[in-house]
């Protein structure tokens, strides 16, 4: 049967040469573009085509193929504080075994009907010999990422009357205003000068007038 994948995928690995001898060892080093949409979608991620490095340790064991590794790579997102761009490095470990298609004729426990374990469709095959790398890594690269990035762990943030970004004017502050006299300072703004004198005029009369009444 033919492989349905592509060794011409800087992801997909070749396993022949490790063999099948239970215990065998390959230690593998390879620099990758990353494919698309790796990472937390609007949030975190690393930009596709970025360089992404790979160490690997390939491991034979009775159900297939053990593969543990580390992925390596520069992230790019946004301060969810001040919203400015932001880069951070970012290192995922992951293990996954990817398993022999002839596995179950080999030894492999098959979970009876009812039982809790996996379905078949969830694990990993080996095709021919391959395995493609790209879901774990992206599983490994996406819990490795903060849901919620910073561009320093103490970013104040945005000022919620300006919206102007306080790491810039630590300074920067706003004069309160008490808000029962907000609407009458509002209206003094937009009297006139004789207006004014009116009010003032018509407010020392009444004064008058309510102390001749007390006497």
């Known amino acids: 049967m033919n492989a349905r994948l592509d060794h011409r995928n800087p992801l997909v690995f070749d396993t022949h040469e490790l063999g099948r001898r239970p215990g065998a060892l390959q230690r593998l080093t390879r620099t990758v573009d990353a494919p698309r949409d790796l990472g937390i979608q609007g949030v975190v991620g690393v ?44 290192e995922a470990d992951f293990q996954e075994l990817f398993s022999y298609p002839d596995a179950d004729d080999r030894g ?43 561009c320093q762990e103490d970013c104040p943030g945005l000022c919620s009357e300006c919206g102007e970004r306080l790491a810039d004017d630590p300074d920067h502050h706003h004069d309160a205003v008490d808000i029962r006299w907000a609407a009458l300072q509002g209206l003094a703004g937009t009297m006139s000068d004789g207006e004014k004198d009116e009010m003032s005029g018509d407010a020392t009369r009444s004064a008058r007038v309510d102390e001749k009444q007390e006497k």
């Open 108 to 150: 492999r426990v098959i979970a009876e009907p009812g039982d809790d374990a996996e379905d078949d469709e969830d694990r990993f095959h080996l095709e021919d010999g391959l395995f493609d790398l790209e879901s774990v890594l992206r599983d490994a690269v996406v819990l490795a990422l903060p849901m919620q990035p910073v």
């Open 47 to 90: 930009p596709e085509g970025t360089p992404v490095e790979l160490d690997l340790r390939l491991e034979s064991v009775m159900e297939g193929v053990l593969v543990t590794g580390t992925a390596r790579a520069r992230a790019e997102g946004e301060c969810v504080r001040c919203l400015e761009p932001l880069q951070l490095d970012v």
